[in-house]
């Protein structure tokens, strides 16, 4: 008589597990179709450059004072954290997996943008004489012409050049990842808060995916290029990796920038 149930619990079981196995399949597939046909991981790279102000936030004593008590990148995150916008490009890295049981296809990658005049009330300088070598190949993104195509540069060559349609990036299954570095080029003269968005061909659709949670305003570049530019602000500081304890840019400092930190407050 054991020996009977037992069989008859192994047959019940058998039967379960069969009438389960599909269910669990269905269920596990309608997971993978279901939410945007790409699973997306972004990393914005922390900015390294000078910060602008706008006229409505301008720098105390008391603001000064707590910069000085920060390392050079804390303090750029706490311009960022009152209302300072980094100047010049910024990076983010970009994970993808695939989010169906079939092939998925990135064939655009565009910015949205909102462009406007900037605000200009205060510049604080926090690097000098940056290299701007990218370290490996990158896509570029200019984000105050959404109708540009993405560009492709490859350290080394001649000039840039389109990355789509010639080339498309194909995720054939959820295990396939993709790793792509993105460049944010800014307008030369306006502020831009911008976001980023793919085109993906999930199966015979055409789909618009965001790629970026949050907006990233970036200001200007003629702000880091153009010295004539700082006329236009109400206060220009140096600090960061140039001066040890921030202080007001005397007049001309870039001729002599060890000079224009003060004795002993040179950091470079």
Same mark, same amino acid.
């Given at each position: 008589m054991v020996w009977g149930g037992t069989l008859l619990l192994a047959a019940i079981g058998a039967a379960i597990t069969a009438w389960l196995q599909p269910r669990i399949t269905d269920a596990i597939e309608t997971v993978i179709e279901s939410g945007d046909p790409i699973s997306v991981v972004t990393s914005l790279k922390p900015s390294d450059g000078d910060v602008s102000l706008p006229a409505s936030r301008s720098l105390s004593s008391a603001d000064l004072e707590r910069m000085n008590a920060l390392e050079p @990148? @804390? $303090?750029? @995150?706490?311009?960022?954290?009152?209302? =300072? /916008?980094p100047v010049g490009a910024r990076e983010f890295t970009v994970t993808m997996k695939g989010n169906r049981s079939h092939l998925v296809r990135v064939t655009d990658i565009r910015p949205v943008s909102e462009c406007e005049d900037p605000s200009r009330g205060t510049l604080v300088r926090t690097g000098w004489g940056r290299g701007a070598v990218p370290p490996s190949t990158i896509l570029y993104l200019f984000v105050d012409d959404p109708a540009k195509p993405v560009e492709l540069y490859t350290p080394g060559a001649a000039q840039t050049e389109p990355f789509f349609p010639g080339r498309t990036i194909t995720l054939s299954s959820p295990e396939e990842e993709e790793y792509v570095v993105l460049n944010l080029i800014p307008?030369?003269?306006?502020?831009?808060? /911008?976001? /980023?968005e793919m085109t993906v061909m999930d199966g015979e659709k055409e789909i618009k995916q965001r790629i970026t949670d949050q907006d990233i305003v970036l200001a200007p570049f003629e702000e880091a290029i153009d010295p004539s530019r700082e006329s236009a602000y109400e206060a220009v500081y140096l600090g960061g990796s140039i001066c040890k304890k921030v202080v007001p840019a005397?007049? #001309? !400092?870039? $001729? #002599?920038?060890?000079? @224009?930190? =003060?004795? =002993?407050? !040179?950091r470079g």
């Open positions: @990148a @804390a $303090q750029i @995150a706490w311009l960022e954290e009152n209302s =300072g /916008v307008s030369r003269t306006k502020l831009c808060k /911008v976001h /980023v005397p007049e #001309d !400092y870039e $001729q #002599d920038i060890k000079s @224009a930190c =003060g004795p =002993g407050n !040179y």
